[in-house]
Nanobody, 124 residues
Framework: QVRLVESGGGLVQAGGSLRLSCVAPGRIVSGYAMGWFRQAPGKEREFVGAVTRTVGVTYYADSVKGRFTISRDNAKNTVYLQMNSLKAEDTAVYYC?????????????????WGQGTQVTVSS
C-alpha cells in the first residue's frame, strides 16, 4: 500500500497563489507517474496535471495551463503543485495520485494510489 499525503490547501483570494505538496514513500516520486486531480462539489474528478515517471515530463489540463506548475523533489520524495493566478473556479478538493505506467495519462483509472485530498478555496 502506498500512502500519499497532501498539504498546503487553504483559502486565498482570486489572483493569489498557493503551493500544494504531496509526500510519498520511498522512490515513488521518481519511479511512478505523479498526478494532480481536483473535484468540486457536484462535479466529477478532473485531471489537473501530471509528471511522467523517470524522465519527468509535465503536462496539464487546458484550464490550468500557464497558471499551474508541477515539480518534484526526488530527494524529499515530494511533488509540488504551484498554483498562480487562482480563480474562483479553481475551488475544489485537490488530490495527489500515482500510477506505474509509461507516457502520459489524464484518466483517474490509470492512477493506483491516492491521497486524502486538500481543500483549496478561492474567493472572488
Amino acid at each position: 500500500q502506498v500512502r500519499l499525503v497532501e498539504s498546503g490547501g487553504g483559502l486565498v483570494q482570486a489572483g493569489g497563489s498557493l503551493r500544494l505538496s504531496c509526500v510519498a514513500p520511498g522512490r515513488i516520486v521518481s519511479g511512478y507517474a505523479m498526478g494532480w486531480f481536483r473535484q468540486a462539489p457536484g462535479k466529477e474528478r478532473e485531471f489537473v496535471g501530471a509528471v511522467t515517471r523517470t524522465v519527468g515530463v509535465t503536462y496539464y489540463a487546458d484550464s490550468v495551463k500557464g497558471r499551474f506548475t508541477i515539480s518534484r523533489d526526488n530527494a524529499k520524495n515530494t511533488v509540488y503543485l504551484q498554483m498562480n493566478s487562482l480563480k474562483a473556479e479553481d475551488t475544489a478538493v485537490y488530490y495527489c495520485a500515482c500510477g506505474y505506467f509509461s507516457g502520459s495519462s489524464s484518466s483517474p483509472q490509470d492512477y493506483s494510489y491516492w491521497g486524502q485530498g486538500t481543500q483549496v478555496t478561492v474567493s472572488s
